[in-house]
């Protein structure tokens, strides 16, 4: 299957397993979904539940020899699939951008902040001076405090918030298409956090690109998301525009974590726990792997995997019960 009109990168029943004792965890399974141009597309969902798996599979980080990837993962209307290691690693520098939970293990601590960001220009052939200006006028552009001193801080001088802030820079010096950004804002406080997301709102705009956003935190997805994808070990529960899913949530799954989200503050909207367990990923047998904690499960739940059904282009979600 080829792209959808529009979309940037889709992913088109993506399934992934790990080599464990045993036999393999299924960590996604069958997952599809497409981000367009210039959205900003949420996958959000409890730990364990496959979110990160499918970051690295897009960025083929994930390759240890340990897992199984199957599916079609396209972009700009090509599989990436078909791409060989090296064309891979030019996709990584410069078309998709990935911004890491914890931005001082991707910082190298020897090197002066800003280097790294020019690091990333230089590569254009442009001159000294104008790759340091370029770098400033970044730092400006995340809104750091004094950028033309913080260009030359090493990664140890800088907070929490300004390391997150260099890192979206040296993603941005490359002018990405997709930038994908795995809990970009858990390891900060609520004001830096604030400040982050109004950052990446500006950068369709400035920059013309994509996020794919991952976390845990509902509030953050009202609040910035286009569309999202509730995913619930390892397969998508229910997708649709942002308004769809706050507004008219169908799978059982979204209605208890739209239930469980608090009313008054919307960034302390992180997911609740629900009751019950996840299951164990290990098992190959259909059924929907929501059936013991789910309130209207039936019979076929346990063993026959649940229909997708569309409410509309944006909004599916997979259940025998709804
Ligand atoms: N390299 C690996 N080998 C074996 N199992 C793995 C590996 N990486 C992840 N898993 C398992 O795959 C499942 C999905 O993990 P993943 O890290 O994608 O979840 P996540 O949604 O990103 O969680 P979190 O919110 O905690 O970051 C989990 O059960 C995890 O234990
Ligand atoms: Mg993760």
Known sequence: MGLDSGELLKLDGLSVEYRVRGGWLSAVKNVTLGVGSGEIFAVVGESGCGKSTIAHSIMRLNTDG??????????????????????????????????????????????RS???????IY????????????????????????????????PHELSGGMRQRVMIAMMLARNPKLLIADEPTTALD???????????????????????LITHNFGLVA???????????????????????????????????????????KREGRLQTIDGTVPRLTSTEPGCRFYNRCPCAGGRCRNQDPPVRRLSDTHSYACHNR
């Open 66 to 111: 340990n897992e199984r990837v199957s599916g079609g993962i396209y972009f700009e209307g090509e599989n990436l699939g078909d791409y060989s290691d090296r064309q891979m690693t030019a996709v990584r520098g410069k078309k998709i951008g990935m911004i890491f939970q914890n931005p001082l293990d991707s910082l190298n601590p020897v090197y």
């Open 114 to 120: 800003g280097y790294q960001v020019a690091e990333a």
């Open 123 to 154: 590569l254009d052939g442009k001159g000294r001076d104008e790759v340091w200006r370029e770098v400033i006028e970044l730092y400006r552009k995340m809104k750091m405090p004094d950028p033309a001193k913080r260009v030359r801080s090493f």
């Open 190 to 212: 609520v004001t830096i956090e604030a400040q982050i997301l109004e950052i990446m709102n500006q950068l369709r705009a400035d920059f013309d690109a994509s996020i794919l």
């Open 223 to 265: 609040e910035i998301a286009d569309r999202v994808a509730v995913m619930y070990a390892g397969e998508v529960a229910e997708q649709g525009s942002v308004f769809e899913i706050f507004q008219r949530p169908r799978h059982p799954y979204t209605e208890l974590l739209m239930k469980a989200l608090p009313r008054r503050s």
